[in-house]
């Protein structure tokens, strides 16, 4: 950059200022092939203009606005003074405008991105994923010898009551750790999560069993408890970090033991061994797991998951357990406050079973939902468009993941026993609430997913609480269900059609 730019070739030879400042004027023609203007001279029509879109029909059909046929027209030398003096139009944008006007849109097809889906869900994995969800309730036919069936509290098996109580901390805990978790996994930070899930899942355990220790029940009630709390926080780690087929060898114990117990009956020392096996097993693989995590390199800078998320994730757990837990013994346990009133215990019990079982299905629908809506992102036309696609693909999946929770809860029903009979009116709207409660809890976990985490807590509290004071008043707990899941299920599906239906939600 030392010397004069030379800006205009044979600058400097006489004349050249003379030919600068000519006038410069677009070319008759710009596609490959067409005569030359010696070679043939074309008729002057009424307009230049007609000849000039007939020549630039290709641009103008592309053109989303008439700018950027003025941006065109600007890059090729057209000026205000050529458009005046050849076209006569006031300028290059009127001349724009009227090009636009005159040629038809003609679009090209989107063009779709080939390559690997990143929400693409192995089928395989979430069938094992669904396995280790069902399978560890198993331990409960092995423990019920641990619970006193002869004495009642709260219209639950004496230790019922302090198992549910630390299910619902053990819930709210882990949904809040495996976020946080999930957070340090996100920002390639492996030895941070591990470090996050050494000090969590122990902490965890223990205020989960404390839980269940205030509550009271029968010592062995109490012992169990307290392993289950720490299957629990060991089960968090494991899945966490992708260690499902771990975790599911780690129940292995536990499945044969089973099979042993529908056969022949075996004493408690034998079933306590069973499952002593088995917590053995999964805490052993999540600390060996955990140690690994510790020893990788630590990741420098980055920014931490946000602690109002985590908060709200562990109060979700804790909302969605509540509903749960009213679903399976909202009747036992109203019929326990209110001795007075009609309840049904026992009744709902394949609630849990379709739910429990149906775990593995809803986690391959949300990545096949992600899937989906990814592809309409991309081959969709307009805003509107993206939109129908995205709620039709909603629709199927939550229809599909009822339909299929709906045959197991009647497969279940019909297998388990002392069921109702198919003619006890309150076998209908149990169901009804059953598909109420799932179609809450896939919703909400796929709001929860794409990152709307206060906004999905705070309608599920606000059901859990509502069905909470309802049952304590002595509601109808197949009534309060209907209407706390009927309208949760509703707000959350219009939030998710609105929400889902915006493509930034999408990025």
């Not at 423990?143 to 004496?158: D, E, I, M, Y």
């Not at 299910?167 to 930070?189: D, E, I, K, P």
């Not at 780690?237 to 099979?259: D, F, M, Y």
Request: aromatic share 6%; proline share 7%.
């Amino acid at each position: 950059m030392s010397g004069p730019l030379r800006l205009v070739p044979d600058e400097g030879t006489p004349g050249w200022a003379e030919e600068t400042m000519r006038l410069r004027e677009l070319p008759r023609r710009r596609r490959p092939g067409a005569p030359s203007p010696a070679e043939d001279a074309p008729e002057l029509s009424p307009d230049p203009i007609d000849e000039l879109a007939e020549r630039l029909a290709d641009v103008c059909a592309d053109a989303v606005h008439p700018y950027e046929i003025a941006a065109f027209l600007e890059s090729d030398g057209l000026t205000d003074e050529q458009a005046a003096l050849n076209y006569g139009r006031p300028d290059s944008f009127a001349l724009a405008e009227e090009l636009f006007a005159k040629v038809a849109r003609r679009y090209p097809a989107p063009v779709i991105v080939t390559g690997a889906d990143p929400w693409r869900a192995d089928p395989w994995r979430c069938v094992l994923r669904g396995l280790v969800f069902a399978l560890p309730g198993l331990g409960y036919l092995l423990a019920s010898g641990f619970f006193a069936a002869h004495r009642l509290r709260f219209g639950l098996p004496s230790g019922l009551a302090a198992m549910a109580a630390a299910t619902l901390v053990s819930w709210a805990w882990n949904q809040g750790l495996a976020h946080r978790s999930y957070g340090w996994l996100s920002r390639t930070n492996r030895r941070a999560a591990g470090r996050a899930l050494a000090l969590g899942a122990p902490a965890g355990a223990l205020l989960a069993a404390a839980t269940g220790y205030l509550v009271g029940g029968p010592l062995a009630a109490l012992w169990f408890i307290a392993g289950q709390s720490l299957y629990l926080a060991a089960a968090t780690v494991l899945l966490v970090l992708g260690q499902e087929k771990l975790l599911l060898a780690a129940l292995t114990p536990s499945v044969v033991g089973t099979g042993l117990v529908l056969g022949v009956r075996l004493p408690g020392t034998a079933r306590s061994a069973i499952l002593l096996a088995t917590l053995a097993c999964a805490v052993g693989l999540a600390v060996w797991q955990l140690v690994r995590c510790l020893r990788t390199e630590p990741t420098a800078g980055g920014s931490r998951p946000p602690r109002h998320e985590t908060l709200g994730a562990g109060l979700f757990g804790l909302s969605v357990g509540t509903l749960t837990l009213f679903a399976g013994l909202g009747a036992s346990l109203q019929h326990g406050l209110r001795p007075g009133t009609t309840g049904h215990p026992g009744s709902t019990g394949p609630v849990l079973v379709a739910l429990t079982l149906s775990l593995g299905l809803a986690e391959w629908l949300l990545y096949r939902y992600r899937s989906l809506a990814t592809a309409a992102l991309r081959t969709s036309l307009s805003p509107g468009h993206f939109r129908r696609r995205t709620g039709l693909v909603l629709a199927g999946c939550l229809g599909g993941y009822l339909a299929v929770v709906g045959l197991l809860d009647l497969a279940a029903t019909l297998l388990w026993p002392h069921t109702p009979s198919n003619s006890s009116p309150t076998g209908p709207l149990t169901a009804v609430d059953l598909l109420l409660l799932a179609a809450t809890l896939w919703t909400a976990l796929l709001l929860q997913a794409l990152g709307l985490v206060w906004r999905t807590t705070g309608l599920c509290a606000a059901a859990a609480v509502a069905e909470s004071t309802a049952l304590l008043s002595g509601a109808d707990p197949l009534w309060v269900q209907l209407y706390g899941c009927g309208a949760a299920a509703v707000l959350l599906v219009l939030l998710a059609t609105v929400v889902l239906g915006r493509t930034t939600t999408h990025r």
